[in-house]
């Protein structure tokens, strides 16, 4: 089997395993208690806590631990509109992950204001769509741009959308979930108000993430989950304490070996677009003509359904450019947002690779979907028996 959906999770990394096994069994204590097992525990975080903060160029005292980037997003948001104790005015774009995009239709459902800029065809976020945006709504709280995007692996210009909100006194909120330890990322040089981080995309445990909030950020905002008061009131609940120094140890290494490998990543995957290119005609790739994440292809194949070529390879596990939603298949929001056309984004396949890829891992994926795309072309192709 071979695995090319590095994007959807990760395998957690040897070393962090080794970080946290000890904290499920001896080192087990509640970093809240006020004893020595709940003090260790408490080190242990704030451990995890510098290098998270380390990884993008932000302060310990910023970072807010959360159940995953899911959380993040709509601690952003929501924490924004509870906080500021009013309607807010959110500017957000076309393919932004639906955690982002699902607040925003619940927030506006509270009256808040929600607009989305549109994408380029490349899948870059339009900035002139966006200045003209901020210029008309008047009053815009909150921006809220990923750095790069999960399905096209296409990397908006978030300098630009940095300083348009700047200018006009909005916050800057910014999806990292799937830059970090692929390109080099520091929020505070790009000015960066709000950062989302996933810790199971980066080789670290699922059900951990965190939102990085300067103090100016967390002023406006309030927490969304109550109770014991955990972070510093900004997120209520017992700290999964093994899955925070996972997730720290696993940023330390997203910004030293993961930075180190991406130019391998990108080899291949460069190697695979060439391949397939030249082996399936009527083949094009989705957002090549806008800087890309290194590990992530999507690619279209006329005339052969995304799922078909995946049920007919059975021995590669990608993901297609649709989503099964409420039952129902739904083309990808992100190619329809490109201007991709449903079709076009019912045959559209996303690879991606990972540290452990290799390019005999290419090589076999490449030769099971030509094998695929030929049969499913062949049959379509065969008249109809009467
Ligand atoms: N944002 C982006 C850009 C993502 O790719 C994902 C995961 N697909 C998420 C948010 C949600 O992450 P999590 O699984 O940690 O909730």
């Known amino acids: 089997m071979v695995y090319l959906d590095y994007n959807a999770t990760t395998p957690v990394d040897d070393s962090v395993m080794d970080v ?3 904290l499920f069994t001896e080192d087990f204590g509640n970093p809240s208690s006020n004893h020595k097992s709940g003090r260790t525990a408490a080190g242990v975080v704030e451990e995890a806590r510098k290098k998270v903060a380390d990884a993008v160029g932000m302060g310990k005292s910023d970072v807010i631990f959360t159940s995953g980037a899911t959380e993040a997003n709509n601690l952003a948001l929501t924490g924004l509109q509870k906080g500021l104790g009013r309607t807010i005015n959110i500017l957000t774009g076309a393919t932004e992950h639906k955690s982002v995009l699902q607040t925003c239709t619940i927030l506006q459902n509270d ?5 989305i800029i549109p994408v380029r065809q490349d899948g870059t976020i339009d900035i002139s769509s966006m200045e003209s945006m901020m210029d008309d709504i008047g009053s815009v709280d909150v921006v809220s741009i990923m750095a790069a995007n999960s399905e096209t692996g296409v990397v908006h210009p978030i300098h630009r959308v940095a300083e348009i909100a700047h200018k006009h006194n909005a916050l800057f909120h910014c999806d990292a979930t799937q830059a970090i330890g692929k390109i080099p990322f520091d929020a505070y040089k790009i000015g960066i108000d709000m950062v989302t981080l996933s810790s199971h995309k980066i080789y670290g445990p699922k059900g951990c993430g965190a939102l990085l909030a300067t103090r100016e950020s967390r002023r406006r905002m309030t927490a969304i989950l109550h109770g014991g008061g955990q972070e510093r009131d900004m997120r209520s609940g017992t700290l999964n304490v093994p899955a925070i120094a996972g997730f720290g140890e696993a940023c330390r290494i997203a910004i030293t070996y993961g930075l180190r490998d991406a130019p391998r990543q990108r080899t291949l995957r460069d190697e695979f677009e060439r391949r397939v290119c030249n082996a399936i005609y009527d083949t094009s790739i989705n957002g090549a003509g806008a800087e890309r994440i290194p590990n992530t292809s999507n690619i279209r194949i006329r005339g052969a359904l995304a799922d078909a070529v995946i049920a007919r390879s059975p021995s590669i596990e990608i993901s297609t450019g649709s989503a099964c939603s409420s039952n129902i298949m739904e083309p990808s929001h992100v190619l329809i947002a490109m201007g991709i056309d449903r079709m076009a984004a019912d045959e559209s396949i996303r690879i991606s690779v990972g540290r452990n890829t290799t390019i005999s891992d290419i090589k076999s994926v490449i030769s099971d979907i030509v094998g695929a ?9 065969r008249p109809e028996v009467t």
């Open 20 to 22: 946290m096994m000890p």
């Open 373 to 381: 795309v030929e049969s499913i072309r062949t049959m379509e192709s």
């Open 111 to 115: 009256g808040s204001g929600f607009d």
